[in-house]
């Protein structure tokens, strides 16, 4: 059920990908488990309900057996703006898991844990939206199987309002 809702939103993301308007690159990067992944592929955004659900995907290369889908989710009672977001108040989610093959393990936040998934925004316009992330992710979403630690995340993708 995760898979084909990643790829449903990756799906949307072919359509919305392009540079930001200063001219760069969109990127989504981190250092997860150790490894520095950019997940620069059809990365995007998508603002839903008046901008206070924000979701960000990405993934970290082309080829299906090995790429991997990235994605943030932040919710909130009222517009996203500058500032922090936790996993630990159940307003944001980060799933981190294989595009094409079941054969991976796929990882996600799991709420309440010692060092919850932190999204910091640190700037945020009707089409774009900036900051870093970091915690620990946990296989299958559960606290008790294996752990991959984010570090270094950081952001900057277009936004699209559906």
Do not use: H, W
């Given at each position: 059920?995760?898979?084909?809702?990643?790829?449903?939103?990756?799906?949307?993301?072919l359509?919305?990908?392009k540079?930001?308007?200063?001219?760069?690159?969109?990127?989504i990067?981190?250092?997860?488990?150790?490894?520095?992944?950019?997940?620069?592929?059809?990365?995007?955004?998508?603002?839903t309900?008046?901008?206070?659900?924000?979701?960000?995907?990405?993934l970290?290369?082309?080829n299906?057996?090995?790429?991997?889908?990235?994605?943030?989710?932040?919710?909130?009672?009222?517009?996203?703006?500058?500032?922090?977001?936790?996993?630990?108040?159940?307003?944001?989610?980060?799933?981190y898991?294989?595009?094409?093959?079941?054969?991976?393990?796929?990882?996600?936040?799991?709420?309440?844990?010692?060092?919850?998934?932190?999204?910091?925004?640190?700037?945020?316009?009707?089409?774009?939206?900036?900051?870093?992330?970091?915690?620990?992710?946990?296989?299958?979403?559960?606290?008790?199987?294996?752990?991959?630690?984010?570090?270094?995340?950081?952001?900057?993708?277009?936004?699209?309002?559906?």
């Open positions: 059920m995760k898979k084909l809702f990643i790829l449903a939103l990756l799906g949307t993301a359509v919305s990908c540079k930001t308007s200063s001219g760069s690159t969109q990127s990067q981190a250092t997860i488990g150790g490894t520095a992944t950019n997940f620069n592929v059809l990365a995007s955004g998508t603002s309900d008046s901008g206070k659900n924000i979701e960000l995907i990405a970290n290369g082309t299906q057996s090995t790429a991997y889908a990235f994605d943030i989710i932040i919710n909130s009672n009222s517009a996203i703006t500058k500032g922090t977001y936790s996993d630990i108040n159940s307003n944001t989610q980060f799933n898991g294989p595009f094409a093959t079941s054969s991976l393990p796929s990882y996600s936040s799991a709420f309440l844990v010692t060092d919850p998934i932190t999204v910091v925004v640190t700037s945020i316009s009707t089409t774009n939206i900036q900051g870093t992330f970091q915690g620990d992710i946990y296989m299958y979403q559960d606290s008790t199987q294996a752990k991959r630690t984010v570090t270094n995340g950081t952001f900057n993708v277009n936004l699209k309002e559906q």
